[in-house]
């Protein structure tokens, strides 16, 4: 490998760190703020899941897991486990929209996509499993 090679490898990984960082701030910004009017009891809030009809305990419980999800993509040795965490909590959001509430899907979908680039910005920090024969 020569020193160019080994210069732009650097330049690459430095724009990948900034990217991902960037990309985490406002996801995590955005999440965190959803899950703050869930638990604050925000009117529209609470009339979403009276619609999607399973109790405000389900409102609790998605806004403590964003708030947490917000919080964690901020702590390096957790950030690629709850960029995974959203990206799934996202996907249900997205169904959810869809299939229940007939509406539009963009916003849980553009979120879920952003979560889905961090995750892969950052897979490499993702805890390996590993199998062990029976």
Known sequence: MTTR??????????AATIAAWALQIL??????????LKL?????????????GVGQWLRVAIGVLEIAG???????????LAARCLLILLIGATVTNVIVLATSPVVS????MVALVILILRRHELPRTTRRSP
């Open 70 to 80: 917000g919080v964690g993509l901020m702590i390096p040795r957790v950030r690629a």
């Open 27 to 36: 996801l995590g910004l955005a999440i965190a703020g959803g899950g703050v």
């Open 40 to 52: 604050s009891g925000d009117p529209a809030m609470v009339q979403m899941f009276d619609d999607i």
């Open 109 to 112: 979908l553009a979120l879920a």
């Open 5 to 14: 090679d080994l210069s732009n490898e650097v330049t690459m990984h430095r």
